[in-house]
């Protein structure tokens, strides 16, 4: 009699402990992405003060990019090719030159977008999502990222890189953004790629090739 | 004198604008051969860039239209950059579903206007074939009703070229479709042009 209530009470412990463990996975949040290759941080604090000064020493960036984008549930993948410039602080510019023609050039608060039909001139603080956007973009490329309230990040490292996978905190970047998984080369603190994977699991991933840091960049490339 | 011309003219002005874009047309036989012939068989998975203007409005984008295993067909708009704001699904038993919208565009207007629009640049009206005949000014208009709007693809009275595709109700002219290339499933470029307000899509071919 005993022991059948030992094995009834032990059956009831085990399906209670599966079903709590269902309901944490059920939840939002919970699944975390592994990344192959890579070991989170041990030192955190000492990664994130070694970030803000060794990125704070690229002045300027120029480069070629490959973008990469994945309709999962489509099967369907687009790459496209550009150039791509940093001047600090919050100067970007970014050049699509293959198969379209596209460039955003952000100065401050203010952008220029000009695609094949028309230049529309933004000032990104007239519109909260356009300045999330661009702050992200400065942020990410200048190595001030990890202290933007917009994101809760992990970090992790392999021999070569550090990665920082970010998730953002505001419903309005969540529309947009799963997570956003940034590259970062050891050896100078530089982006390698960015990765944003959005909701419906559709990713588009930015590499940066050719990398030409802190070489002189004209004020007039950033010209609005 | 002056005060009277002027007056029929905008007499004449409003008239005209008050006239039926479909008035003209005159009932006639379908010619079977020639409508199994022009009618649009949707467009085949391409990549386009797309440049939308709407009142005032200018956004540019990628278009993909997708032609899936299922015969089901997506049209996925996205910005350059990659991220994806619309996601329409016209499923093969005629079913639409909006899978994915932006916030900023997630209004049942929006919403309606756009899945018109893709639906007549795929062609789906005319998947049924009771279509009806009309001719006007050189042209042969091939035409479905579907609730209050009809939606007709527009041949030459030779039946040697489809020259646009229309969306309309029964007096006004709503939205135009014409593309470029020579090959209907494959287009250079598209332009959908409507006309009861100021909003036109242009699609030009990516070539990868």
Redesign the interface.
């Given at each position: 009699m005993r022991n059948t209530s030992n094995t009834s009470q032990g059956s009831i412990g085990r399906i209670c402990r599966t079903a709590v463990l269902c309901i944490f996975m059920a939840l939002p949040g919970y699944t975390q992405v592994q990344y192959n290759g890579y070991k989170p941080v041990a030192d955190l604090p000492a990664f994130r003060k070694a970030f803000a000064i060794e990125s704070a020493k690229v002045q300027t960036i120029s480069s070629d990019f490959t973008?990469e984008?994945e309709?999962t549930a489509?099967t369907?993948k687009?790459?496209?090719y550009g150039k791509f410039w940093f001047k600090r602080s919050n100067r970007v510019r970014i050049d699509?030159t293959k198969?379209?023609v596209?460039r955003?050039v952000m100065n401050g608060d203010k952008m220029l977008v000009r695609?094949?039909?028309?230049e529309?001139r933004i000032n990104v603080r007239s519109n909260k999502?356009f300045q999330q956007v661009n702050r992200i973009m400065i942020d990410c490329i200048q190595g001030t990222i990890l202290e933007s309230k917009d994101f809760t990040t992990r970090v992790f490292e392999n021999d070569k890189s550090y990665l920082l996978e970010m998730t953002p905190v505001g419903k309005g970047l969540r529309?947009?953004f799963q997570t956003i998984v940034l590259t970062v080369e050891k050896k100078d603190y530089s982006v390698r790629s960015i990765e944003?994977n959005?909701p419906?699991g559709?990713k588009?991933v930015i590499a940066f090739t050719n990398k030409i840091l802190n070489a002189a960049v004209a004020d007039d490339v950033f010209a609005l | 004198m002056m005060c009277l011309r002027s007056s029929l003219l905008i007499v004449c002005v409003l008239l005209m604008g008050c006239s039926s874009a479909y008035k003209g047309l005159t009932p006639i036989p379908v010619d079977k051969a020639c409508a199994e012939r022009m009618r649009p068989r949707g467009i085949a998975?391409s990549?386009y860039?797309a440049?939308i203007d709407v009142v005032g409005k200018?956004m540019?984008g990628?278009l993909?239209v997708?032609e899936?295993p299922d015969s089901s067909r997506?049209v996925?708009f996205?910005n350059?950059?990659?991220?994806?704001f619309l996601?329409f699904e016209f499923g093969a038993s005629g079913i639409f579903q909006a899978?994915?919208v932006?916030?900023?565009l997630k209004h049942k207007a929006v919403i309606e206007t756009l899945r018109k629009d893709f639906a007549l640049m795929l062609g789906i009206p005319f998947e049924q074939s009771d279509y009806q005949a009309w001719s006007l000014d050189n042209e042969v208009f091939y035409g479905v009703t579907q609730k209050k709007e009809s939606a007709y693809f527009i041949t030459d009275t030779e039946c040697a070229s489809l020259r646009r595709l229309e969306l309309g109700s029964r007096r006004k002219r709503k939205v135009t479709v014409s593309t470029a290339g020579t090959d209907p499933r494959r287009p250079e470029g598209l332009t959908l042009q409507h006309h009861t307000f100021n909003m036109v899509i242009?699609l030009?071919k990516?070539?990868?």
């Open positions: 973008q984008k309709l489509l369907e687009i790459t496209s699509y198969p379209f596209y955003m695609d094949e039909q028309k529309n999502l529309d947009f944003m959005e419906a559709d588009t | 998975t990549w860039t440049s200018h540019s990628l993909l997708k899936m997506r996925v996205t350059e950059a990659g991220i994806t996601d899978r994915q932006i916030k900023q242009v030009k990516l070539e990868r």
